[in-house]
């Protein structure tokens, strides 16, 4: 067996292979020899059919899958020998190969192979500014007001107040007041205290189930609240202008929980925050994590965006165009490929070339132990020690779990998909070394509409 390469453009090359009788005919003849063993042919008794016989029933088949094996298996040790970075995997070239007659001996297959492009990355040229939140005190103030409702007395109320959370069905009326003929009709859910006008918030004071609150919608919420309440597009919000009329279906009532010590242990389980203070410092703490973890996606994602935009490599596009082809779903050919290259398939292409020079950098697949060890952070974190166990059976058990949870790859997709943007971000970062910028959460806000 013989493989001779041939390079036949920037990227490409042609492969092909030469094989002999020697190279299969020893192994064809011992799966003859178990046929023959255990072939029933009309005439001869089980295992007793003439070799000459069997050999014309089946030798074509065993050769052509003894082939398939040898073809396989050569490619594979040639792109590993040779270490060769190729993309995707060899198609075979049938029109050069040509129609195979097993009648012969000696074979010759050609196959196609692209090696990998090299995009020179300039970190240099990079200028993606990395932002930073600043947590103003008011933004403390409203989440440890939020905690104190999460973490509330929840009732269902006989009767409406001003800062209550109402739902029911509400149907469009004309001018005169009268429903709508072909209106908006449907269920909301609304919080009384989200409406800005305190005169529509007095209408629904005193109000029980199955009482009617006539008001208008856009006087009462701003146009975000009033999207998400109506479950309308932007754009229908902006025109909508008529009165509405609800009927209520309920009412519930949270009584947000006292800011002392039971509330802080239901926040943050431990111990350590004893007071209003510590409290929070610890609320500023979590919301400069998640703003700031935010800040990296967005990151990474301009990066990864800006790197694309300036890909500087060959790529060899037929190759890939009919390797997609040969992978993809019989309603996705060829030529949807072509069609839609530029914009579907080019883009994630380029950044899979990027992500392999990425990793010569630095790994940044996640390995199974940091799965692992990520799950028995969130599993400790959800979930209180038990008692009258020693540490070791503890830990022991815990690992045990998050292994058996980790073996599930639907489990593990998120806690991957996590630390794997954790450490994308970790090695761009230390590439490019930003420029970091501190806003405000609502500079942030308007930033990432």
Known sequence: MNIVRENI?????????????????????????????????????????????IQKMYKKAIMSDEIQNILSESLFKYVEDEKLEIVGSPLSNDEKTGEIDFDKKDFVFYFDAALMPQPVIKWDALNVKMNQIKIAAKEVDEEVNSMAQRYGKFET?????????????????EKDGSEKEGGLSTFISMDLNKVKSDDIKQLFVGKKA???????????????????????????????????????????????????????????????VKDIDSFKKMVKKELEKAYNQQCQMIFVSKVRKALVENFDAYIPTDFLQRWLASRSEKETNLETIKQEWEEKYLPAIKWEFLEAQIRKIKDIDPTQNEVVDNIKTLMTANAPRPENISEEEYQEKLESAARSIAKDSKNVSQVYERLYAEKLYAVLNEQIKPEVEKISVKEFVELNK
């Open 157 to 173: 109320p006989e009767t409406a107040d001003v800062a209550d959370h109402v739902y029911g069905k509400i149907v469009e009326l």
């Open 9 to 53: 453009g920037e990227l490409e090359l042609s492969l092909k292979i030469e094989i002999s009788e020697s190279d299969y005919q020893e192994k064809v003849a011992k799966q003859l020899k178990e046929y023959q063993k255990k072939a029933v042919v009309l005439g001869f008794r089980k295992g007793m059919a003439p070799i000459g016989l």
């Open 210 to 272: 199955q009482d009617k609150v006539v008001f208008n919608p856009s006087k009462a919420l701003d146009t975000d609240t009033l999207e998400k309440t109506l479950r309308l597009e932007k754009d229908v919000v902006k025109k909508f202008k008529s009165d509405v009329e609800l009927t209520l279906s309920g009412i519930s009532r949270i009584t947000a929980h006292k800011l002392k010590e039971e509330l802080f242990n239901m926040a943050f389980p431990g111990g350590e």
